[in-house]
């Protein structure tokens, strides 16, 4: 699979809060076709571009990475709870994400939409 092919991963991106095997590396190309936000970061003069280094600030490793293996065609979310989702489709949406992830988890979160999750 590509996304475990070592020689593509040209970018190491680091997270402020995360637990797992972070940080990992990632291939420049796909982390701009996966975000417009990226995107610009990655490709327009900003130091991201030239140290090859991406820092996300206020964004939990684990939970970008399951955004980007959704966007990959991965499907690790449709077991995940309530506030999984929630913290998912923050970051899809805080990265612009393409709209076939957030109709995903927004589907995955309406099929868990009861009167508790409604409470809270």
Known sequence: EMMEEDSLKDTEVH???SQGPFP???????LGLFSPVLRRMLCRGF??????????????GTAFSKVLELWCGGNNYQQSAWSELKQL?????????TDEVLTALEDA???????????E
């Open 89 to 97: 489709a923050a970051v899809a949406d805080r990265f612009q994400v």
């Open 15 to 17: 997270f402020e809060s």
């Open 47 to 60: 130091k991201e571009s030239s140290e090859k280094l991406l820092e996300l600030k206020e964004v939990d």
């Open 109 to 119: 979160m309406m099929e868990r939409l009861n009167v508790e999750v409604c409470v």
């Open 24 to 30: 990992f590396r990632c291939n420049i190309f796909l």
